[in-house]
């Protein structure tokens, strides 16, 4: 048989929906709280966002395998596996670049890539406001960036980023920059010339859709309710 456009894109549609059901974690984020101590025992049963694409392109430094992502209430967190031991913390050594609003001719471009248009600028244990198009247009203070590593060099990072980060310099001062329910995050190293994932010819391929903080359970409300009973009635019995 074959299949009209419409049909292929109806087809498409239903792929796509088997493939987050099967993927899970490419297509909706996991709700998880981490903790940012070097041990990533904690990422356990949660599958990588993106893959490297193009095997080793910087030998003798920073060369991503795998990034993972995962959020609570609070952070986005970011794993970051590497093809070898490195050291993915001094500054230049890696960026995490983050999109809030998913458009990439806003923002900083990094190296000019003209896929990406970058919010903000993980570097260490700091971040930076890029929104208005600058490399570096000002310390975010309230991004509360932490990192983990078992070994520095090592091959195994995680670093976590406050939700409620806020820009810091002109027209984006007081701006939120990590709101948006979707965002894009691009990983690179230091110039063109080094490693990047999504590769280069790939930027802009990889979102995250940050996962719903879960409801609280009948259970949970139903021993909240309870407790307020207890307090009451404690509260009437003791002046009585
Ligand atoms: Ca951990
Ligand atoms: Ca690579
Ligand atoms: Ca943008």
Known sequence: ???TPTQTLKIGAILTVVMCGV??????GTFQTITIDGNTSDWAGIAPAYTDEDGVNNPSGVDFQNVYLANDANYLYIRITLMQPADAITPGNTYIWLDNDNNPTTGFQPFGNPNFGSSLMIIGDQAYQEAGGGFNEGTLTGATVAYGAAAIPGTDFEFRIARSVTGVSGAFAGVPLLDSSTIEVQLGTDSGTGDSLPSWSNYGALSY??????????VALAGLGLLFFVGRWRHVRNNF
């Open 23 to 28: 993927v899970g974690s490419a297509c909706a």
């Open 209 to 218: 859709t940050f996962a719903p903080v879960p409801e609280p359970t009948s």
């Open 1 to 3: 048989m074959k299949t």
